[in-house]
């Protein structure tokens, strides 16, 4: 139980870290919604109509969707990767769903927006964004170890048939190669590739 202010102090300071950008007409909704996140301890500031391209150090966006909201407008937030993105709704007809599932949204607020509850979207959309960023990251590493995979076994394939060595050889000058250049094999192995008009 003594850990647990601790874990709350990491999380509060984590959350007034935060840049946060609500993207929704000026009215007292949005008031209340940008006081209550600076009363957080977030850097907050409000834009409407929303912004044609990613905003620049944004880690959390809410925002809101409805039927007049021009589509075009919103079409960055489907890839950017490193914000969380909160939805704003009045309503869920099919349409409204489908851009929720279309943006990859991590969190929704309904409005008529209510101070409960914007903490814990805050906080369970930042967590989600992060982990799906992980995620992505750690795809993309194993992507490109498998292409490198591939391209030192297409290569060692291609010096043990030219030389008539075993691949066990091949793959042994290979790694000899790489030592002596200070290089990875992948790009030693991609150079061969190349060379071998493949």
Sequence with gaps: ???????????????????????????????????????????????WPAPNDVPEKIDVVLFL????????????????DNIARIAIIAYETPEILTELERLHVHGVLSKPIRIFGILAALTTAIAMARQEHRLKKRIQSLDETLKARRAIE??????????????????KRLRDKSMRDKCSIASIAKAIIASSGI
Aim: proline content about 2%; hydrophobic content about 40%.
């Design 1 to 47: 139980m003594e850990h647990m202010p601790i874990k709350n102090d990491n999380l509060l300071r984590r959350l007034r870290q935060m840049r946060v950008l609500v993207i929704h007409p000026e009215d007292t909704e949005r008031r209340t919604l940008l006081a209550h996140i600076k009363r957080i301890g977030c850097q907050a500031e409000a834009v």
């Design 65 to 80: 969707i409805n039927q007049l909201h021009d589509e075009g407008s919103l079409s960055w937030m489907a890839s950017a």
């Design 154 to 171: 297409q290569a060692v394939s291609i010096l043990s048939d030219s030389r008539g060595i075993s691949e066990e050889e091949a793959y």
